[in-house]
């Protein structure tokens, strides 16, 4: 990392403000390059954070723009380097021509999330903080945006490190009694430390049952709406979305492939689906979209099935209850409400609201059966795992334990014991970056945007 890197770290399109920052060596000679503050002096003489207003000015004295320019020292910037930050006004133009001013003086393009990983390379975050950089920049949600943030605060790192720290102590009083015989030591007993692996199994059991919940705060949740032809899915779609996305009509069998759009309902991003009328059906291009209708069904996490509520219960209804019964979580909604209410009990023991998108009727009910649906974990923020990368590590350090507890259980030597015990510190390593490899790390920043 002797090189100096550079990017835009804001959009390409139009803005107020646009920011280039730098990071390396030359990052600050680079500032007094090309930016002169009003007030005199090279940035090289301004204290670390601290905004000065000047101009921004090519190699060949041009001006190019009147900005804010701001500088900070390694140890103590985000990179753990030297950094700098033009603030500049929003033009793509402008921020373009002063990234190939930066590149013609040495400076070379950053990569995906090439800051934030000599962050990590240069100790100023463990790797799940690091992640959870570009979880808060993709957050969709407020949930999800808030447990991003506790993760960038080390709320992960913190709980798995005392679990790390406490198997250490283990394994450190193992090995000085083995080593040092002739200490007055205490003597090494797997009995002492039953309590401990049994808490940290406890820890990381608790832990890794918030990942099916943070897997879908972070992606949403896949669902299908589904229901027979003309039951109304697509007027409860564009109705949900606020606009004709679904195209409408009285005519059965309008729908013949799925639609599916991003929706926040209930605090929850659903990933919803709109299929076509699931019926027997001769029209081969009909039967082939409810076939996918079929599919999003079994896929999806949530499904919505609607009922027709102004004509009568029919076999296809049941069979759509029935197949959504199986779903992890649904909900039946009885539509068309405006038009008739039907007094009988539908068959089914799924919770059943009454809808109308004409007048709106049940659509709160709608939302807020969505929310008790899919409670947070009653954890800390930044508590709920959201990455397949670190549940698995999780998982694994699990594993490890679990052996070790069976191991003590059955006798076995403590050496065989520590060996598991090593084995789940090795794993949760992993979280943090104590111990994960050259390659994961390069194929975690390849998912960051460039500039970050």
Avoid: W
């Avoid at 390409?12 to 920011?19: D, P």
């Avoid at 999330?113 to 240069?122: I, S």
Wanted: net charge negative; with cysteine.
């Amino acid at each position: 990392m002797s090189d100096t890197i550079a990017a835009i770290a804001t959009g390409a399109q139009l803005a107020a403000i646009g920011i280039v920052r730098l990071s390396g060596p030359e990052a600050i000679p680079l500032a007094d390059r090309l930016f002169h503050p009003l007030s005199g002096g090279p940035m090289s003489a301004r204290e670390d954070r601290k905004l000065v207003y000047g101009e921004l000015r090519g190699r060949d004295g041009a001006l190019l723009d009147l900005c804010l320019c701001t500088v900070s020292r390694g140890p103590d910037s985000y990179t753990g380097e030297d950094t700098a930050e033009f603030q500049c006004h929003g033009s793509p133009v402008v921020l373009r021509t002063l990234l190939e001013e930066l590149f013609a003086l040495g400076a070379r393009q950053a990569g995906p999330g090439e800051f934030t990983k000599r962050a990590f390379l240069n100790g100023r975050m463990e790797l799940c903080a690091a992640e959870a950089v570009a979880d808060i920049i993709d957050a969709e949600t407020a949930e999800a945006a808030r447990n991003a943030a506790g993760q960038l605060s080390g709320a992960i790192g913190q709980r798995v490190g005392a679990i790390y720290a406490a198997l250490g102590d283990i394994s450190a009083h193992y090995h000085a009694v083995l080593d040092y015989p002739d200490e007055d030591i205490e003597d090494f007993t797997l009995a002492q430390y039953a309590g401990t692996l049994e808490g940290a199994a406890a820890d990381l059991r608790a832990l890794l049952g918030t990942f099916e919940r943070g897997r879908l705060l972070h992606g949403g949740i896949p669902t299908a709406i589904v229901g027979r032809p003309n039951a109304g899915k697509s007027s409860l779609l564009n109705a949900l979305l606020g606009y004709d996305r679904a195209i409408v009509t009285a005519v059965p069998g309008t729908t013949r492939d799925t639609i599916e759009e991003k929706l926040l309902l209930g605090g929850q991003l659903l990933r919803l689906t709109d299929t076509a009328g699931i019926r027997e059906t001769d029209d081969p291009v009909e039967a082939l979209g409810v076939r996918r209708s079929r599919a999003a069904l079994e896929s999806a996490d949530l499904v919505l099935a609607l009922v027709d509520g102004s004509e009568e219960f029919t076999a296809e209804d049941a069979e759509i209850l029935r197949a959504a019964e199986r779903a992890p979580h649904a909900l039946v909604l009885l539509s068309k409400d405006d038009l008739a209410r039907r007094t009988e009990t539908l068959p089914t023991s799924l919770p059943v609201i009454p809808i109308s998108v004409v007048s709106g009727e049940g659509l709160s009910a709608l939302e807020e059966a969505v929310r008790a649906l899919y409670p947070l974990p009653a954890v800390p923020a930044g508590e709920i795992l959201t990455n397949a990368r670190q549940a698995e590590a999780v998982a694994r350090a699990l594993e490890y334990l679990d052996a070790a507890q069976t191991a003590m259980e059955g006798g076995m030597t403590p050496d065989i014991v520590l060996t598991e015990t090593e084995g789940a510190m090795s794993a949760l390593g992993e979280l943090s970056g104590r111990s994960v490899r050259e390659d994961v790390t390069d194929r975690i920043f390849q998912r960051f945007c460039v500039g970050k």
